[in-house]
């Protein structure tokens, strides 16, 4: 296999896959991940839903770099607002966890987000993720039209 066939083989299961619901992707829990008691540490799972969103953002069709590169008129970012979670029960190193995330709402600027983190059918985390659009100034940007849809599939 030539070199960039198997970068493209690895690299198709990397970003996970787009779903009716949003997006699902994979993930490996890592010595890195776990304080000493080999439990993921709490703070990785904000990684972990991190990684769920900026995939789906890039599924999606939305690169950060892209945006930060002006490709769509101004420089913006994306910025959490705010964050609720749901510690029901503990990774632990080696698990392999599904992360799913889907939009629930898209209002002006924000986007609410619900991601669920699981080993198998058990859920270990929930998340509930407002975040927003903003400018090289700092200022809210309207989420543009032409994402409403890759953004919440179905409807």
């Given at each position: 296999?030539?070199?960039?066939?198997?970068?493209?083989?690895?690299?198709?299961?990397?970003?996970?896959?787009l779903t009716p619901f949003g997006h699902r992707l994979m993930a490996r829990v890592y010595y890195a991940d776990t304080d000493f008691s080999g439990v993921v540490y709490h703070a990785r799972y904000l990684e972990f839903f991190e990684r769920g969103r900026s995939d789906f953002l890039r599924l999606a069709g939305v690169h950060h770099t892209e945006l930060h590169d002006g490709k769509?008129?101004?420089?913006?970012?994306?910025?959490?607002?705010?964050?609720?979670?749901?510690?029901?029960?503990?990774?632990?190193?080696?698990?392999?966890?599904?992360?799913?995330?889907?939009?629930?709402d898209i209002s002006g600027a924000r986007i609410y987000m619900?991601?669920?983190?699981?080993?198998?059918?058990?859920?270990l985390v929930e998340a509930r993720v407002e975040a927003a659009i903003v400018g090289e100034n700092g200022r809210?940007?309207?989420?543009?039209?032409?994402?409403?849809?890759?953004?919440?599939?179905?409807?």
């Open positions: 296999m030539a070199d960039h066939d198997e970068r493209d083989v690895l690299a198709a299961g990397l970003s996970g896959a769509h008129g101004e420089k913006i970012v994306w910025v959490v607002r705010r964050m609720e979670i749901d510690f029901r029960g503990s990774a632990r190193i080696d698990d392999v966890l599904t992360i799913d995330t889907r939009t629930d619900a991601q669920q983190l699981k080993r198998g059918d058990e859920v809210p940007r309207r989420f543009p039209k032409e994402w409403i849809a890759a953004f919440m599939p179905g409807r």
